[in-house]
């Protein structure tokens, strides 16, 4: 049988894509070696709490999301953080900083030296720099050490688990990058957008997920669509101008084809299919992340969103998440916390022992929260590929895969290892692919 699409591939990126296919008429066949769908952005219930194994929501700020939630019929079962989740802190030295978010508060805030706000404030000053450059250096260039060691290196771990030091500006924050070469200063980029829709460039937009956590999202958008489960891609082929594509489920054939899967994945199934494909995608590094849920069956005073840590006091958490205090994800009088753990700067902690782990994960909560309760509840979540690095090749990479692209005909590379790692941009990316490859095959 000759499919009209198939998706390799059921995590946000490979079920956006699947189901803009249907709203576009396509009735794509989806194949995904997991028993479950989601990928990364899978929840799991564990007596009373509701606990995410990967990511916690995104930001309702970007319209093909919403979209996407909207014609699935989702609109109901979104849950907007609480405003108590505003708060956010940096573990550094000792203690937590609250983050400041208005000047007022930015000067008055302990968190930064007197001479690392005089030298942050100096950025409108810093000439521009054209080439691509790491996210560390950019950001000592800009605004110094210390805004790299307490604001912006966390934030890059926060969202990347990544390394400053390897992380290329341009890939992993490309709009940030741009706003410097258009307007000379971040700062002043700011004045002028301020008022503008651009201003999402800064953040904005609320936190956002579903009342049962992200697996809703996914059984949501998959709705009417078929899937086949537990069916690993093991290769690709071509015959004339048909994708072939070897399962464990037995062969598919289809004229368009949508790769959502993780890099090192598609590296694997293309080799004999497209070299530059298994060469591009093969260069691209995950780092891991160690995820433990302590869960408690009593009210724990968190207020806020959590915490992550200063560059110089990362041990083995990169952040902790008050999750409890965020979306309803336990039960009235119990809370919840997640410790995140690894990241590309502390990868050395996927080698170790669960038990390890789980120790590691409850020192940090002694040390940085005094914390000394035992939980009612573990769970730890081991990703030893949690997150695509964007490096300094990255933007090759990227070319290739346009590149490849291009040669083959109904083909589209989509995934978050390739153009932005947030649900958002593997929603978006689903979205364009959906769109482009309806109208690529006549
Ligand atoms: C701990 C953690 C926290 C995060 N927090 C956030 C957050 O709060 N907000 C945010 O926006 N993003 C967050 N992210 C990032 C976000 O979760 C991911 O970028 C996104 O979910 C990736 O979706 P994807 O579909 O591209 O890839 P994946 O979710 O990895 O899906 C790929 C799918 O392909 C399948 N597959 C692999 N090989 C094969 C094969 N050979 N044949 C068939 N199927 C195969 C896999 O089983 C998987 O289901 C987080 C990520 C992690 C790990």
Redesign the pocket.
């Known amino acids: 049988m000759i499919y009209d699409a198939v998706i ?9 894509a699947a189901r803009f296919l249907k709203l576009n008429g396509i009735e794509p066949l989806v ?4 028993s ?7 929840t799991s219930k564990v007596a009373d709490f509701i606990i ?8 309702d700020n970007k319209p093909d999301t919403l979209e996407l939630v909207e014609k699935s019929s989702l609109l109901q079962e979104l849950v907007r953080a609480n405003e108590k989740a505003e708060k956010r802190f940096i573990f550094s030295g000792s203690r937590l900083y609250e983050l400041p978010f208005s000047p007022i508060a930015f000067i008055k805030s302990p968190l930064l030296s007197l001479a690392g706000k005089l030298r942050l404030a100096a950025e409108p000053f810093v000439e521009k720099k054209e080439s691509d450059e790491t996210l560390a250096d950019f950001v000592k260039r800009r605004f110094g050490k210390e805004a790299l060691n307490k604001l912006i290196g966390p934030m890059a771990t926060g ?1 990347y ?1 990544g390394d400053p030091d390897t992380m290329s500006v341009e890939s992993a924050f490309r709009r940030i990058k741009e706003l410097e070469r258009d307007y000379g200063s971040l700062f002043k980029a700011l004045i002028k957008l301020k008022k503008s829709s651009d201003a999402a460039a800064f953040g904005g937009g609320k ?1 956002t997920s579903f009342t049962g956590g ?1 697996t809703q999202m996914s059984a949501g958008i998959s709705k009417g669509i078929k899937i086949k489960l537990n ?4 290769s690709i082929k071509k015959d004339g101008k048909l994708f072939v594509v070897e ?2 489920g037995g062969i598919v054939s289809t004229r368009r084809l949508i790769s ?3 890099a090192y ?2 590296s ?2 293309s080799d004999s299919f497209d070299k530059d494909i298994a060469q591009a995608a093969g260069m691209i590094n995950y780092a891991p ?1 160690d ?1 433990v849920a302590f869960g408690y069956n009593r009210k724990l005073d968190l207020d806020g969103f959590g915490f992550l840590f200063a560059l110089d006091d990362m041990r083995s958490a990169i952040g902790v998440l008050w999750d409890s205090s965020i979306f309803p994800r336990a039960a009235t009088g119990h809370s919840l916390i997640r410790v ?1 753990l690894g990241g590309a700067r502390l990868a050395y902690i996927a080698e170790k022992e669960e038990k390890e782990v789980i120790n590691m994960a409850s020192e940090e909560l002694k040390r940085t929260m005094n914390l000394e309760i035992e939980p009612d509840v573990v769970k730890i ?1 081991r ?1 030893k590929k ?3 690095q964007y490096l300094m090749n990255h933007k090759d990479v990227v070319a290739t895969i346009d590149g490849a692209e291009r040669r083959h005909e109904g083909l589209r590379i ?4 390739f153009r ?7 929603v978006s ?2 979205k364009r692919a959906a769109v482009s490859i309806i109208s690529c095959i006549s």
């Not at 479950?36 to 899978?42: C, N």
């Not at 995410?52 to 930001?59: D, I, T």
């Not at 932005?420 to 593997?426: E, F, M, Q, V």
Request: aromatic share 4%; with cysteine.
């Open positions: 390799l591939g059921a995590g946000i990126s490979g079920l956006s194949i995904e070696k997991n479950y769908l989601g990928g990364k952005a899978h995410e194994e990967g990511p916690n929501g995104f930001l969202v688990a936190l992200l069916t690993e891609a093991f399962t464990s959502a899967l993780p994945e598609l694997k199934i992340i995820v995140i979540i990703h949690a997150i695509p989509i995934g978050n290892a932005g790692i947030g649900l958002n941009d593997c990316a689903g």
